[in-house]
C-alpha cells in the first residue's frame, strides 16, 4: 500500500477484521481502510457499524480513533452519520476526542459543502471550549468552514488573546492560523494602529521613493504622540508578543505579520529582530523569509536600516535568494551605509555568476539613482563591466549606464565618451543599442562629442547588416538625430543607411525608414512632414526608470502562499480592510457581562481568575489542561498582567469583580479591570 | 488548507518509501519535478529551495541525506508552517529510528504510518514532539523486534493508553523511568564572518545553542542559571520553556522533554561587529589569466586562540570556467570535485611548527565570449573584445568550518542545572563547544 500499489482487492478479507478486539490491528485496518475506502465505497459502509460501536467505547483513545477514521473515509453517503458522531463528539468529556471533532469538521465541509450550516453550529458550540488543546483545532475548523463569521468571535475574542501563549507546543504552530484569525478580526474590527499609517499605505500607493520616505517619517513622528489603541486591540499585540520568541518560524512569521499589520511603528522594530534572527536559525526558512521581509521593506524600509548587514549574499545562496537580498539591500540604502553597501556590491560584481552579477548590476544602478552622490563611482565600476566576458553582464552594464547618464547628463561626460568609444568591443545587442543611443547626442552638444558620435555611427553602419533589429533601429534614430544638427556632413551618410534599412528583412526597420524618409528629406523633395522631424527625434524624454528585476509587488497578505508563489493560490483570501470609524465595542463587552451575571462562562473568568483554575472546574478537560498549566501558567500570567496579579491572589479578586459587576451590569468590565489594575499595583509595590 | 499529501522520497533512487493522502489522492510523479530541483542545487551547492509549483499543486520539499520529504498543497497555507512540519518530521523520526534511510522506514514501515496518523489530522499538524508521540505510539524496540522473531507479529505497536493521562504535557509522558537520572547540555556557539582578502571583518555574528540530553525519571522541573545572559540580543525557545521567567531574572526553567531537544537559541550581542572573534586566519591569493589560474590559501591558528582548533574544513569555490584544478598542499587532504567547481582541503589538526598552506594550480576554459548570438561587429571586433575581458579579477569565496572543542566563545555559561520537583540528584555535565558557522573569506 505504501508504494502506491492498488490494493483495493483485499479489501473485504481486511475490513473484516475490524471487529478484532485488539487495539493495534484495528489501527492497521483503520489506515487501510482511509486509503482505500473512496474505490469501494458500497464495502466500506459495511464498516460503519464497528465505527458506531467504536464510538461508544470507554476508551478516549478508541473513540478519537474511530471518529477520525470515519471522518477520513471520502465517501458521500456517510456524510449525515459523520455529522451525527461529530455533534456526539464535540461535547465528549475527553478534550482528545474533542480534538478530533474539530478535526473532522473541515473534513466533512470539504466533502459535503452543502451541510455548512450544521456545521457552523457545531463550530460554534465548540468554540466555547476553554482548553487551549481544542480550541486551535477548533479555531482551524473555523478558519476553512465559515472565515466569514466574524460575528462568532466577539465572546470568545479575549479569551483566545489570552490562551494563545499557552497553545499546547506543536499546536502553536496552529496558533499562526489562529493568528490569521485573529488579524483578520482584528481588521474588522480595530481602527488602524495609527492614522498617519494609512497616510503612508496612500502615498506607497502614489509614487515610489521620495514620498514614501516623508510619509514614513510623518508616521514614525506620530507614533511618539500618545495614540489611541482599543484595549482589545492592544490585549492582542500583548498577548501575542511572547510568540515571537517560538522555535517554529512559521509562527515567528505569523506573529511578525501580525503586528506589521497592526501594530504602532514604534512596536515594529522588536518583531523585525525576530523576524531576521528566525532566518538566521533555520536555513529552510530563509527563503520564505526574505520574501516576506522584501514585502515589508517595500513598504518600510526605514525598518530594516539596523539589520543591513543580515541580508548580505552569501556563496551558498540560490540565485533566487539573492535576488531577494540585493532588493532588500537596495530598499535599505541610505547615505550612511551607502560606502559599505557598494564595496559589498562591488565584491558580488566579480562573482564567477553571470546572472548574479548582472542582478548586483541592476541593483548598482538603482543605488546610484536614489543617491545621486555615489552615482559617479558606480558608473566608473560599471564601465569597466561593460568588458564583461559575459555578454549579458556587459549589456546590462551599458544599459544601466545609459540609464544613470540620462538622470544626470552633465555629470559622466568623459565617460559616456569614452563608453561611446567601445562600441566595437561590445557583444550584446541591448549594449550597444544602448550606445548607439548615446551616439545620438541628444544630452550633448559639444563639438568634441559630434565628432565623435559622427564617427560611431560610420562604423556601426559598416557592419549594420549583421547587427541585431534593436540596435538597426537604434542606429536609425540616432542618424537621424546627427542629421538634424549637422544636414551636410551626415546627408550622405543618412542616405545609405536609408537605403540599407528599406532592404532590411525586418518589417519594422522597413517600417520606420518608410516615416523617416518622408521626414529627413536626403536628396528628395521636403513632405510637410519634414517640419516635425525635430518634434520627433529630439523630442524630451523622460529618464528611464530602473526597475527590480525581482520586484515584488504582491500585495497578498504577508506570510501567506500567495504572496511567496506571487499569484492568488486557490483559498486565498485577502485581508479585509481596517475600517474607518471604531466599530462599538459593545460587541465583545455585552458577552462578558452577561456571562458575569451568571458566572458561568469561560472568558470572564479566564480574565480574572486565570483559566487555569477555570478549566480544572471545567468537567471535560480532563487532566490534560490541568497538567499543562503546572508548566504554563507562570509563562503565561507574566506575560499577561491582569491574570499575573490573580495568581497571587487566587479567587479573591475573581470573587470581588464579580460582586462588582453583579451591582452594575453595564460597567462591570471596566471597573473590575480598574480593580484589576488596582490590585496589581499594589502587588509591584510589595 | 494544510497539508494535502505526503511523500517520503529517496531522493538518490527516487524511489518512494512511504506516501499518505488527507485529501484527494495525488499521483506520485508530481515529485519529479522535486528531485529534478532538488538534483541541480545539490549539482549547484546551494541550499534553500523549498517550494515548486507543479500544476494546481504546489510542493514543498526538505531533504536530509538521501530522503526527501515532499508536501503538497493545492489550497492557501502557509508555506512556514508546511516546513517546519516537515523538518519536525524528521527530528521525529530520527528519534525513532536513528538514521533516517530507506531501508529503515522500509523497516519501521508501520511505525511510520502510526506516526503520521498521530501527526497529522486532516493534513493539519496536531502533535510532533516526539517525546509525546512515544506515549501514544512506542518506539521500535529490542523487545518489539525479538516478540515479532517468536511470536510472529510486532508486538505492541500502539498504545491504547487515555492519551490525556499519558500525556500531561504534549513534550513529555507520564511514567518515564531511569535507572540513572542524568542531564547534560551541549553549549554550541558558531561563529559567522565575512572577511576580505585582506583579512578585515566585513560582518561577524556569534549565534548560539543549547542543546539537552535529558534522561529524567518522573516530571522534574530543571532550571538553568546562565553568566553572562546580559550578552543574550535575541532567543528563542523550546515551547517547554517558561518565557516570561526568562524575561524576569534570566532564569531558563522548564519541564524538559525527555531525550535530546533544542533548548534554545540565541544569537550574542557583539561587543563590537569590527572585531574577528575568529581563531584562525585564512590568507587567499588568487591570479587568473586567459587559460591558466593560481589559487594559494595559508590558514593557521591565531596565538591567541586557547584551544586547538580542529577539523577545519576549507571549501574553496572556483571559477565556473575551471576546467581542472590540481590542489597540493603541505598538510591536510586537499581534493577537487569537478561538479561544483570546488577544493575541499580539510585539516583534521594543525601541526606545531609550520603553517600548512595549499596551492592550487588550474586550467580554465576561455570565458564565453560573445559567439554567434547578437553578432557583434564582425570577427575582428570579437576578437578584441575578447583579448580584453579576461583582465577581470574572478572572486574566489573560500568558506571555512573548524570546532574547537571545550570554549565558548562569547562568554555565556551555564552557571547552574537545578532540578526539582524530584527526589533524586541526577549526574550533569554542561560541554562547551565552538564552531564555525557561515564563514566566508574572499579575494
Known sequence: MSTGQDVSSFFPSVVMNIGEATFEVKVLVYIYLVRTAEQKPDEALLSINSFQKDLAHANPRVRALALRVMSSIRVNVIVPVVILAVKKCALDPSPYVRKSAAHAIPKVFRLDATRVEELVEIVETMLRDSTPFVLSSVVAAFQEVCPDRIDLIHRHFRKMCRMLVDVDEWGQARSALRTFLLLSYARTQFLRPDGAKKAAKKAEKRAREKPKMSALEAATSSSAAPEYLDDDHRLLLKSTRPLLQSQNAGVVMAVGALHFYLAPISDIPKVLRALVFAMRCKPESQLIMLKNICAMVATQASLFRTHFAAFYVHPADSLEMRALKLEILTHVATAENAPALLRELQAYLRSSNYEFVALTIRAVGRCAAIMPQIAAVCVRSLLELSLHPSEKVAGEAVVVIRALVQHNPGEHTHIVMRLVRRLEMLLAPAARAAVAWLAGGELYHRGKFLELSLDVVRRAIKNFASESDLTKLQILNSTCKLYVKDPTRVGPLLKHLFDLCAADPSVDIRDRVRVFKAMFAVGGNATPLATLKEKVVLCEKAAPRLPSPAAPTCAHALGSLSLFVEHAAPGYRPLPPHPLTQPSRAVREQYYNAANASSRDDGRKGRKGGFYSESESDSGSGSASSAGSDSDSDSDSDSDSDSDSDSSSGSGSGSSSDSSSGGDSDSGPSDAGKKGKVKKDADDSD | ?443
Open chain 2, 1 to 443: 488548507m494544510g497539508i494535502g499529501s505526503l511523500f517520503i522520497v529517496n531522493n538518490k533512487t527516487s524511489a518512494l518509501c512511504a506516501c499518505k493522502h488527507w485529501g484527494p489522492a495525488v499521483a506520485f510523479g508530481a515529485c519529479d519535478k522535486v528531485l529534478e530541483r532538488h538534483r541541480l542545487s545539490a549539482k549547484s551547492n546551494v541550499v534553500g529551495d523549498v517550494c515548486v509549483v507543479d500544476g494546481s499543486q504546489y510542493l514543498f520539499h526538505v531533504a536530509r541525506g538521501e530522503i526527501t520529504y515532499v508536501a503538497t498543497t493545492e489550497r492557501e497555507t502557509e508555506p512556514l508552517m508546511v516546513i517546519e512540519f516537515l523538518t519536525q518530521l524528521h527530528v521525529v523520526l530520527k528519534s525513532y529510528f536513528g538514521d533516517v534511510t530507506e531501508a529503515v522506514l522500509q523497516e519501521h514501515h508501520v511505525t511510520l504510518y502510526q506516526l503520521l496518523d498521530e501527526m497529522l489530522d486532516s493534513g493539519v499538524p496536531v502533535n510532533t514532539h516526539p517525546g509525546g508521540l512515544k506515549a501514544l505510539v512506542p518506539p521500535p524496540s529490542l523487545v518489539n523486534r525479538v516478540s515479532s522473531q517468536v511470536f510472529g507479529h510486532q508486538g505492541v505497536l500502539v498504545s491504547d493508553q487515555d492519551p490525556s493521562k499519558a500525556l500531561p504535557l504534549p513534550w513529555r509522558s507520564n511514567g518515564i523511568k531511569y535507572a540513572s537520572n542524568e542531564i547534560y547540555l551541549d553549549v554550541i556557539e558558531s561563529i559567522d564572518a565575512t572577511l576580505d582578502a585582506e583579512g578585515r571583518v566585513l560582518t561577524s555574528e556569534v549565534h548560539g545553542v543549547v542543546e539537552v540530553n535529558c534522561r529524567l525519571s518522573g516530571m522534574p522541573d530543571v532550571s538553568l542559571g546562565l553568566s553572562n545572559s546580559h550578552l543574550i540580543e535575541e532567543y528563542n525557545f523550546h515551547p517547554s520553556v517558561r518565557l516570561s521567567r526568562f524575561a524576569a531574572d534570566r532564569v531558563v526553567s522548564f519541564v524538559p522533554a525527555d531525550g535530546t531537544f533544542t533548548l534554545m537559541t540565541y544569537k550574542v550581542r557583539a561587543p563590537d561587529p569590527r572585531a574577528a572573534q575568529l581563531p584562525l586566519y585564512i590568507r587567499p591569493q588568487a591570479t587568473f589569466g586567459a587559460t591558466q589560474g593560481r589559487v594559494s590559501i595559508v590558514c593557521g591558528t591565531k596565538p591567541s586562540a586557547e584551544k586547538p582548533v580542529e577539523a577545519v574544513r576549507l571549501e574553496v569555490r572556483l571559477p565556473a570556467r575551471t576546467s581542472f584544478a590540481d590542489p597540493t598542499s603541505t598538510h591536510g587532504v586537499a581534493t577537487y570535485d569537478d561538479a561544483s567547481h570546488s577544493v575541499l582541503w580539510s585539516i583534521e589538526t594543525f601541526p606545531k611548527d609550520k603553517t600548512p598552506c595549499l596551492t592550487v594550480a588550474l586550467n580554465m576554459e576561455e570565458s564565453e565570449g560573445g559567439g554567434g548570438g547578437g553578432g557583434g561587429g564582425g570577427s575582428s571586433s570579437e576578437k578584441t573584445a575578447r583579448a580584453r575581458t579576461v583582465s577581470l579579477q574572478e572572486i574566489v569565496d573560500v568558506q571555512a568550518t573548524f570546532a574547537v572543542k571545550g570554549v565558548g566563545v562569547s562568554g555565556i555559561k551555564v552557571e547552574s542545572v537545578q532540578v526539582r520537583n524530584e527526589k533524586y540528584t541526577p549526574s550533569q555535565g554542561v560541554r562547551y563547544h565552538t564552531r564555525g558557522g557561515r564563514v566566508v573569506v574572499r579575494t
